[in-house]
């Protein structure tokens, strides 16, 4: 049996909420897919009408601009947590990095005196 607009309407609801409405789109469009081999051509086509609604309520209450916003607050979070986490990392690295380059030339230098030195005893 057919569905008619109400029954439609009742299972994909306007929603003032930006992220509840997506939702609600996308599951529309996933029943259009899933079941439009079962379902009726006039249910199929009151479904499409359907989509086209919420789909332009989405638009009309500038769902694209709070989604961008809310994708731009979500990245901004996360390149927030990293960058500290990466400047404690390369900051920790660097130190390591360092301390080996003072002990090598450390080992060196001492290297050197001791070839000094016995050079120095050898001509003596």
């Known amino acids: 049996m057919a569905r008619s607009i109400e029954q439609i309407r009742k299972d994909f609801p306007y929603s003032e909420k930006c ?13 259009r897919s ?6 009726s051509n006039n249910e199929v086509s009151i479904l499409n009408k359907r989509i086209e ?10 769902c694209n601009d709070v989604s961008i916003a809310e994708k731009s607050e ?4 996360i390149y927030d947590k990293y960058k500290d986490i990466d400047e404690i990392r390369i900051e920790s ?3 390591q990095q ?6 090598i030339g450390i080992g060196v230098m001492l290297a050197g005196i001791g070839i000094l030195l016995i050079i120095n005893k050898k001509n003596k």
């Open 53 to 62: 609604e919420l789909e332009q309520f989405y638009n009309k209450i500038k």
């Open 93 to 95: 690295e660097s130190i």
């Open 98 to 103: 360092r301390n080996k380059r003072i002990y």
């Open 34 to 39: 899933f079941s439009s081999t079962q379902m």
């Open 74 to 77: 979500k990245v901004i979070g």
């Open 19 to 31: 992220s509840e409405l997506y939702g609600t789109i996308r599951k529309a469009i996933n029943q």
